[in-house]
């Protein structure tokens, strides 16, 4: 699909699977199979009667037939989806290889960030200062949006990475093999028979490990590298400029099963990925770091350290006594081992074990001091070839593998806070405002707060003794979604420094927890700039921040529920603009400000190429920082193999790097103003969609969204509220999941055509002035750019299917908004970019949409059929669960071949 060689390769695997489908269903279904896969072709290419024959083709067949129908084209996409992976796995490394034979760097890696930037002027000096607040920081999230079972996916790890081998070896052994892994596909549920809890989405998140602890290392060596070549006469220090953070585990906003107890689970659960990641480290190495004293002296402080450690811990001695003491530094691997196995054992003990790191500074400094040694004794090579990429480990990982985020809803926040004024000031009237500006803690009687309070309350002290037993480290953030004021963070301030007093009654000083305002509303955004000045003013959160030396603001915006508040359009720009504002307020009372971008996987939810992205926003909102959430299938798609995941993180190294310290681009000033008359248009356009009266029932009716409300692939629900169905309690995630299987796709198009058509009515000569912003403007490309994409994988034909489920008074009126709407969006993308079709200029991409779209037709024609049956008044219970099931087959089957969900 990407090349002639993804073809050949997918082809031979088709062989493979219809060999396995033949044996596994019989000749018989086989046939039909094939005859159905022939149909949806015919239909493409559109020949008369071919989408007749198709649906009675699939409307003849019994349930268990349609199952097995379903299944075969999940496996197809499962098996083009591996067959494309390979290839681009092979086209990085010839890349690689090229450019090291050349001599020049790889396009859009690091090593060219720096080089352009060098050619571009920027002295040494200037890029060690960029260096020092360079700060890259992806951060993992458990929402419900990967519709695929991590069993399937190592399944289809271990296809993707036998491939080559069996070109190689002529297709013997290995072919028997692939064909047993596809057997076992065959026979395997392709979706959980429940929501998995908690703490397997923790080790979900930790699948990618093992990844990450092989391109860690190659992207620090590829920066040291870049900086010498560039700079080969200036020394430069290397700060820590990448880490990662999670929310799985910490993110209780909406999510009842998220407690004290399981974020507490979780934080020893990182802990523990961290420490045996590092005893990995040390089993790899042991054999390396051999040398002998009597060949090479060691530094003094390596055996002042393991005699101190022995005196702390006597039974290190039994475990030197097979090493010689001429050897120290391989004694000195042994009680970094030993350390570290304490450590992990203290993780199920109330008291540290004798021996354990007590902190992460201790475990980097060990390691130091044994490169230090090793490198001031004629043992450069040594040091960097082995014990660097161990301390480059150690810099991003700590003993903490990602640091944790904690999220909850203002409103949650605001009624334990009532709650808590209410009892101490009971009989009076106080308010909450003037209560916590007070700021004075007050001693908080846990057992007579409600449930929900109680869950608050305990969530802050359990930070708090986080911060003692992990270390700052270990802690991200905490994150408030839906602020909506200065009060919603000045009311996590009162209650986490309330939390803390009663849990050190000695008074120790409040430690700095950073607090994250998460703006995700369309008003929430354009508020977002004062709302951050009123704090910054404000004497009491002045004061937190200058006694707890944070000299960064973190501020998260939300993709996903501003696109489905605002629409796409009205989305992109509040948040350039709210990004744009927010680092000049920043600015003008000098602190450092990092933006955490909430995007998602789906374009509708701010998806689309990292790089792209990242260069599309103002470089002053960038400065060096980004953080970011990786989500749902976006984890498996970057970073399930290490050389997908080093080109994503070298990609985003690069962009952030280039956005911050590259040239300045005077842009027109006017473009400000016609973003503002395109958003204005846009925004009145989707609103009159979502408000119209029918438009709930049409999104009830014409997307599978209630079937995939109990999709069990996530441990999360999918509303807010347990209440009858809002738009507002909906999560946006579900939201854009349910266009895309109907291929609507609406939420990443709809208002852009009206928006523009309306702007260049009023001036015929503005499509110049668009085309001008498209080719000038990284902000403007990447807004028209993932829309093209969308309205790409978008398909009216099909998404008329579904339109028919809703029949009622209002469903004709919506469908044909939504399809003129769509080709007015469509026709206005093709002007602007002056193409006659979509993705013109991205062939490879325009292809593997359009090869996709004959298998993806029969899944989204199968679903339709499913859902009218089983929405039909007449159908027996006890038909209905093989019914839900066949649908939720065919949600994931739609979910591979389109390559994504929500």
Request: glycine share 6%; charged share 25%; hydrophobic share 40%.
């Given at each position: ?286 054999k390396q770091i051999v040398m002998s004293d009597q060949q090479i002296s060691s530094e003094p402080v390596l055996r002042e350290r393991i005699t101190r450690c022995c005196e702390n811990a006597p039974e290190l001695k039994d475990k030197l006594a097979s090493i010689s003491e001429l050897e120290t530094p391989r004694q000195f691997m042994k009680m970094l081992e030993f350390r570290l196995e304490r450590t992990l054992d203290s993780l199920s003990q109330d008291q540290p074990a004798a021996g354990s790191y007590q902190s992460v500074e201790e475990f980097r400094d060990d390691l130091d001091k044994l490169h230090e040694s090793v490198q001031k004794n004629r043992g450069r090579r040594i040091a960097e070839q082995y014990l660097q990429p161990w301390i480059d480990l150690a810099r991003t990982f700590g003993l903490h593998f990602a640091c944790l985020d904690v999220r909850q809803n203002s409103v949650v926040h605001r009624r334990c806070l009532d709650e808590v004024v ?481």
């Amino acid at each position: 699909m990407m090349t002639n060689r993804s073809d050949q390769r997918l082809n031979y695997l088709v062989d493979l699977l219809d060999l396995v489908v033949r044996e596994q269903v019989g000749e018989s279904l086989a046939n039909v199979m094939q005859k159905i896969r022939r149909l949806a072709i015919e239909r493409r290419s559109g020949l008369p009667d071919a989408e007749k024959r198709l649906v009675a083709t699939l409307q003849d067949l019994e349930p268990s037939e349609l199952r097995d129908v379903i299944r075969w084209l999940s496996l197809f996409f499962d098996l083009a989806n591996a067959a494309e992976e390979r290839v681009r796995i092979e086209i990085l490394n010839e890349r690689d290889r090229k450019s090291r034979n050349h001599g020049d760097p790889r396009s859009e890696s690091i090593a060219a960030a720096i080089s352009e930037l060098h050619q571009q002027g920027l002295p040494a000096a200037e890029m060690q200062r960029w260096l020092d607040q360079l700060k890259i920081e992806p951060v993992f999230t458990a929402h419900p949006s990967e519709a695929k079972r991590r069993t399937t996916r190592q399944l289809l790890r271990g296809i993707r990475q036998v491939l080559p081998d069996i070109e190689a070896s002529g297709k013997t052994d290995l072919e028997q093999e692939l064909v047993a892994d596809l057997t076992v596909l065959w026979q395997t549920d392709f979706i959980r028979p429940e929501r998995p809890p908690v703490m397997s989405e923790v080790s979900r998140g930790l699948y990618f490990a093992s990844t990450l602890w092989d391109v860690v290392p190659r992207i620090y060596s590829e920066l040291k590298q870049a900086l010498g070549q560039t700079y080969p006469n200036h020394h430069f220090e290397i700060p820590r400029v990448l880490s990662f953070g999670t929310w799985i585990g910490g993110d209780r906003d909406g999510h009842p099963f998220v407690t004290a107890e399981v974020t507490r689970e979780t934080f020893a659960k990182l802990r523990r990925a961290a420490i045996e990641g590092h005893l990995r480290m040390y089993r790899k190495l042991r054999k390396q770091i051999v040398m002998s004293d009597q060949q090479i002296s060691s530094e003094p402080v390596l055996r002042e350290r393991i005699t101190r450690c022995c005196e702390n811990a006597p039974e290190l001695k039994d475990k030197l006594a097979s090493i010689s003491e001429l050897e120290t530094p391989r004694q000195f691997m042994k009680m970094l081992e030993f350390r570290l196995e304490r450590t992990l054992d203290s993780l199920s003990q109330d008291q540290p074990a004798a021996g354990s790191y007590q902190s992460v500074e201790e475990f980097r400094d060990d390691l130091d001091k044994l490169h230090e040694s090793v490198q001031k004794n004629r043992g450069r090579r040594i040091a960097e070839q082995y014990l660097q990429p161990w301390i480059d480990l150690a810099r991003t990982f700590g003993l903490h593998f990602a640091c944790l985020d904690v999220r909850q809803n203002s409103v949650v926040h605001r009624r334990c806070l009532d709650e808590v004024v209410s009892l101490q000031k009971s009989g009076s009237q106080v308010d909450a405002l003037d209560f916590i500006s007070s700021g004075t803690p007050c001693s908080i009687d846990v057992s007579q707060l409600s449930d929900e309070s109680r869950e608050v309350f305990e969530t802050f002290t359990l930070l708090a003794e986080a911060y003692d037993q992990w270390g700052p480290e270990s802690i991200g953030g905490y994150i408030i979604s839906m602020t909506h004021s200065a009060q919603d963070v000045m009311t996590v301030l009162w209650l986490w420094r309330t939390a803390w007093l009663q849990q050190h009654s000695e008074g120790r000083d409040v430690p700095a927890l950073p607090i994250i305002p998460l703006f995700e509303t369309i008003d929430d955004l354009r508020n977002a700039a004062s709302i951050l000045e009123e704090l910054l003013t404000d004497d009491i959160y002045q004061q937190y921040l200058t006694e707890t030396d944070q000299r960064v603001q973190i501020v998260m915006v939300g993709y996903s529920d501003s696109t489905k508040d605002g629409g796409y359009l009205t989305a992109c720009w509040e948040l350039h603009q709210a990004q744009k504002q927010l680092a000049e307020t920043a600015e003008k009372y000098h602190i450092g400000l990092t933006v955490f971008h909430g995007r998602g996987g789906a374009l509708g939810r701010g998806g689309g190429p990292a790089a792209r992205a990242i260069q599309s926003l103002p470089h002053k909102s960038v400065a060096g920082r980004l953080r970011v959430t990786e989500q749902g299938e976006v984890l498996s798609e970057r970073y399930d193999d290490p050389v997908i995941a080093h080109r994503h993180l070298e990609q985003v190294f690069n962009a952030t790097l280039m956005v911050s310290a590259g040239p300045r681009q005077d842009l027109d000033p006017a473009w400000a103003g016609t973003m503002e008359k395109l958003s204005t248009a846009s925004l009145q356009k989707y609103r009159e969609l979502i408000e119209h009266p029918g438009f709930l029932h049409y999104f009830d009716r014409a997307t599978p969204i209630s079937e995939i409300e109990t999709l069990p692939i996530g441990s999360r629900p999918s509303r807010r509220k347990a209440a009858r169905r809002t738009l507002d309690d909906l999560r946006a995630i579900p939201w854009t999941f349910a266009w895309t299987q109907s291929r609507h796709l609406l939420p990443a198009w709809y208002g852009m055509g009206t928006s523009i058509r309306k702007f260049v009515d009023q001036d015929g000569s503005t499509w110049a002035t668009l085309r001008t912003m498209y080719r000038q403007w990284p902000m403007f490309r990447a807004l028209v750019d993932n829309a093209e994409l969308a309205l790409a994988k978008a398909d009216m034909e099909i998404a008329q299917e579904y339109a028919v489920l809703a029949h009622d008074e209002n469903a004709s009126e919506l469908w044909e908004m939504i399809s003129t709407e769509f080709e007015l969006s469509r026709g206005s993308i093709l002007m602007i970019k002056d193409n006659s079709e979509l993705l013109a200029d991205v062939d490879w991409l325009k292809k593997s949409v359009r090869s996709r779209n004959p298998y993806v037709d029969p899944l989204n024609l199968a679903q339709v059929i499913l859902l009218e049956r089983k929405r039909s008044a007449e159908t027996e219970v006890a038909d209905n669960d093989d019914l839900v099931h066949l649908i939720r087959m065919s949600i994931q089957g739609i979910a591979a071949g389109l390559r994504t969900t929500g």
